[in-house]
Nanobody, 129 residues
Framework: QVQLVESGGDLVQAGGSLRLTCTTSGFRFAKYAMGWFRQAPGKEREGVACIGSNGDSTSYLHPVTGRFKISRDNPVNTLYLQMDNLKPEDTAMYYC??????????????????????WGQGTQVTVSA
C-alpha cells in the first residue's frame, strides 16, 4: 500500500524558511520521479517542484525558482523541499506525490498535477505578511 506522509509545514513570517519532508513506503521510491504540489483555497493544484528518480533533473514553478530547492534521499525513501524567502502567496496546503510512470524526467510530473494516483494528507504552510 502506497503511503506518503508530509510534515514540516508551519506558520512563518514573510522572508522566513521552512523544510518540508515526505516519508514514503509501499513502492520502489528510487524508480520514480517525485514532486511537491500545493493547493490554496479556491485555486487549482499546481506542481511546485519535481525531481527525477536519481536526482538528475529538477523542475520548478517559476515563482519559486531560486527560493525553493527539492532533494531526495533514495536509501531512506524520503523527499524534501527547502523553502527560503517565503512569501504570503506561498500559503497553501503542500502535498508530495510520485509520478505514476517510472523513470520519467521531472518535467512530466510537474507538468501534470492531476497525474499522481496517490496523495498524502498534506502539510499546511502559512506565510504572514
Amino acid at each position: 500500500q502506497v503511503q506518503l506522509v508530509e510534515s514540516g509545514g508551519d506558520l512563518v513570517q514573510a522572508g522566513g524558511s521552512l523544510r518540508l519532508t515526505c516519508t514514503t513506503s509501499g513502492f520502489r521510491f528510487a524508480k520514480y520521479a517525485m514532486g511537491w504540489f500545493r493547493q490554496a483555497p479556491g485555486k487549482e493544484r499546481e506542481g511546485v517542484a519535481c525531481i527525477g528518480s536519481n536526482g538528475d533533473s529538477t523542475s520548478y514553478l517559476h515563482p519559486v525558482t531560486g527560493r525553493f530547492k527539492i532533494s531526495r534521499d533514495n536509501p531512506v525513501n524520503t523527499l524534501y523541499l527547502q523553502m527560503d524567502n517565503l512569501k504570503p502567496e506561498d500559503t497553501a496546503m503542500y502535498y508530495c506525490a510520485a509520478d505514476p510512470i517510472p523513470g520519467r524526467r521531472s518535467s512530466f510530473l510537474c507538468g501534470d498535477p492531476n497525474a499522481p494516483a496517490n496523495w498524502g494528507q498534506g502539510t499546511q504552510v502559512t506565510v504572514s505578511a
